[in-house]
């Protein structure tokens, strides 16, 4: 850590794109993860709402919680079918692990913007510190959606679930749940590998020689979309 | 090599404290609407359906705009860049609101 005069290097194209200006003040590689991200939420978007609509053409379960029981002839209330946690056979315990992910999530968002606030002042450590604990988070949250996704596919000792038979309901309700949590945890797989990609750069130290970190801030604005997905996906999937 | 000309002086800024404590309080805000959303969940009868999906869309809105607006700083970029973000989110609502009208027609159909 040496003290002498500030050497500040603008993000390329942070000053001016090669145009000679630059557009909405932000350089080209931020505005277009920005681009990327509004498609990427459309896509999300498509399959929720798709779920949504599926949903309503199916009848819904009209009798009291206490005596619902899983039938295909109506869709299941998603805290009866998501009650189990690990290590605790048989114990019920409804969205309680869906809300720990849930946490796990966004304390790895947390832990990612405090790698960018690292960034900015140029903190190599500090980047190194917070991407770590970012590449953990994301690696439990896909260590839980493993388990999650064998219960579900093992079931609760009938005919477990999978794209054509489900034995929580209509098939669709699996269908649906591969599809969305599979997506949105390929995009987590994506982000833990990108996450890294920035590590190992930090470690070794390209962006000290480059002169600015925009890098982390770049793939941070990625992780923060995969949690607001999961956020999305939280309520409309477990909780409505 | 080891002496070469460039060698990169990195000059390392002291923590921003102000901003992080910010982010924290934001994490914290996301924590506790969570809460909410469990304690509702659970709290809140299945009967008021209605109820419990208002609260909970409200919940969500909340939480994405604190996750778009502070993590990933879209409050505090330019008004052009923010805009050019969120106005195209009005096609997703225009998707949902022709999906659920599709929705209900399939359900007069099928009766």
């Given at each position: 850590m040496?003290?002498t005069?500030?050497?500040?290097v603008?993000?390329?194209g ?6 000679g ?16 991200l509004l498609?990427?939420a459309?896509t999300?978007?498509a ?5 949504g ?7 819904a379960?009209d009798?009291t919680v206490?005596n619902?029981?899983f ?6 209330i998603?805290e009866k079918?998501?009650?189990?946690i690990?290590?605790f056979h ?5 969205l309680?692990?869906?809300?720990i ?11 990612m913007?405090?790698?960018?606030e ?6 190599r450590r500090?980047?190194e510190?917070w991407m ?5 988070g ?6 839980c ?7 579900f596919i093992i ?5 477990g ?10 098939p669709?309700?699996?269908d649906f749940f ?11 797989f994506?982000g833990?590998l990108?996450n890294?990609l920035?590590?190992y750069?930090?470690v070794t130290?390209v962006?000290?020689r480059?002169?600015h970190y925009?890098?982390?801030e770049k ?5 923060h979309f995969?949690d607001l997905v999961?956020v ?7 909780l409505v | 090599?080891a002496?070469?000309a ?7 800024l002291p923590?921003d404290?102000a901003?992080?404590k910010?982010l924290?309080?934001?994490?914290g805000i996301l924590?506790?609407?969570t809460l909410?959303?469990f ?5 809140v009868?299945?009967?008021m ?10 919940m969500?809105i909340?939480?994405a705009?604190?996750?778009v ?6 409050r505090?970029?330019t008004k052009?860049l923010?805009w050019?973000i969120?106005v195209?989110i009005?096609f997703i609502?225009?998707?949902l609101v022709?999906?659920?009208?599709e929705?209900?027609?399939i359900g007069?159909v099928?009766?």
């Open positions: 040496s003290h005069s500030p050497v500040v603008p993000a390329p942070k000053t001016e794109w090669d145009g200006v630059s557009p909405m003040n932000a350089s080209y590689g931020k505005l277009m993860m920005w681009f990327f498609s990427d459309f999300f978007s399959l929720l709402i798709t779920y609509l599926v949903r309503s053409s199916h009848p379960y009798g206490e619902f029981v039938s295909p002839a109506y869709w299941p998603p079918v998501f009650a189990s690990p290590f048989g114990l019920h315990a409804p309680v692990f869906v809300g992910m849930t946490f796990i999530l966004i304390m790895s968002s947390v832990t913007v405090l790698a960018v690292a960034g900015q002042r140029m903190d500090a980047v510190k770590l604990w970012t590449i953990l994301g690696i439990c949250f896909l260590s959606q493993a388990w999650e996704w064998t219960h079931g609760d000792g009938v005919t679930a999978n794209l054509v038979r489900n034995e929580y309901g209509p669709d309700f699996a591969f599809f969305i949590t599979g997506f949105h945890g390929f995009h987590v994506s833990v990108l890294f920035i590590f750069n930090t130290g962006y000290d480059r002169g925009e890098m982390v793939v941070g604005l990625y992780w995969v999961w999305f996906v939280f309520t409309f999937f477990y | 090599m002496h070469h460039e060698e990169t002086t990195v000059t390392v923590p404290k901003r992080i910010k924290w309080q934001v994490a924590g506790i609407i909410i959303e304690g509702v969940a659970f709290g009868p299945h009967e359906k209605d109820l419990r999906v208002w609260i909970f869309i409200g969500t909340i939480k705009a604190y996750i607006g502070e993590f990933m700083h879209l505090h970029e052009v923010m050019s969120l195209p009005v609502v225009w998707m022709a999906f659920v009208y929705g209900m027609s007069d099928r009766i």
